[in-house]
């Protein structure tokens, strides 16, 4: 008989999200994966995440819709805008966050957690992020967990799921470091903001990746484009 605590993971499909996902198995929770089709042009990340799921031993994955690509607010959901190729800027928040992404999906989380009698939500959010995009800081994360608290029958009782967020303070070569320890298939994982059947090597999710698989010694799962600038 299986008596593990479960956990409800947020999986897009990218990087963080995997390692994520491979952190909360190792610290012995079974997993429910979570991704959300909610209008992204990147919907390739979708198949990244049955890919890992099933990668992972995960038999438990919800894909489910919900579309805040239809009132745009993103170049991320709105096709009409340039993605940004030029890196994060301190301070300036970039046309790639998508208004009320995380609180949305939280909010969906903490149901199914809630419904399965999860213990736990884990999210991929980390230190670049929040350099740029609201909803991945930490001060963010803790104002939810209150609202989890104070939101549901489970928080009512003392069981709400707790908000776990175990790369918040790591960089991309932190993660990918830990990513190869626990096995995941990095190479199957999908950070691009395009929508191509390659990743495009160009838009800045593209750029850190590359940058961080270069400089944690993993140049040959780099785009082409991003392996061309480490050779000079």
């Known amino acids: 008989m299986n008596n593990k605590p479960s956990a409800v993971v947020l999986l897009s499909g990218g990087l963080d999200?995997?390692?994520?996902?491979?952190?909360?198995?190792?610290?012995?929770?079974n997993i429910i994966a979570l991704s959300l089709r909610y209008g992204q042009r990147h919907q390739?990340?979708?198949?990244?995440?049955?890919?890992?799921?099933?990668?992972?031993?995960?038999?438990?994955?919800?894909?489910?819709?919900?579309?805040?690509?239809q009132w745009g607010g993103s170049s991320l959901t709105d096709t009409s805008l340039s993605l940004p190729q030029d890196g994060i800027k301190p301070d300036?928040?970039?046309?790639?966050y998508v208004p009320g992404r995380n609180t949305v999906f939280i909010a969906i989380a903490l149901s199914l957690a809630e419904a399965k009698g999860a213990e736990a939500i884990y999210l991929g959010i980390n230190a670049v992020d929040y350099s740029g995009y609201p909803d991945?800081?930490?001060?963010?994360?803790?104002?939810?967990?209150?609202?989890?608290?104070?939101?549901?029958?489970?928080?009512?009782?003392g069981t709400a799921p707790k908000l776990i967020a175990p790369l918040i303070e790591d960089t991309k070569v932190d993660i990918i470091?830990?990513?190869?320890?626990?096995?995941?298939?990095?190479?199957?994982?999908?950070?691009?903001?395009q929508g191509g059947v390659d990743p495009c090597g160009l838009c800045d999710s593209c750029r850190i990746r590359d940058r961080a698989l270069i400089e944690a010694g993993y140049a040959e799962l780099a785009t082409p484009q991003g392996q061309k600038f480490s050779q000079k």
């Open 136 to 157: 991945c800081r930490p001060d963010y994360l803790q104002a939810y967990q209150t609202l989890a608290n104070l939101s549901s029958k489970a928080g009512i009782e």
């Open 177 to 193: 470091k830990r990513g190869i320890k626990l096995g995941v298939p990095l190479a199957k994982t999908w950070s691009c903001y």
């Open 17 to 29: 999200s995997a390692t994520s996902a491979a952190i909360a198995i190792s610290q012995g929770y």
């Open 44 to 69: 390739r990340e979708l198949e990244a995440a049955t890919t890992i799921a099933q990668a992972l031993g995960i038999t438990q994955h919800y894909i489910v819709d919900v579309n805040i690509a």
């Open 92 to 96: 300036i928040i970039p046309s790639t």
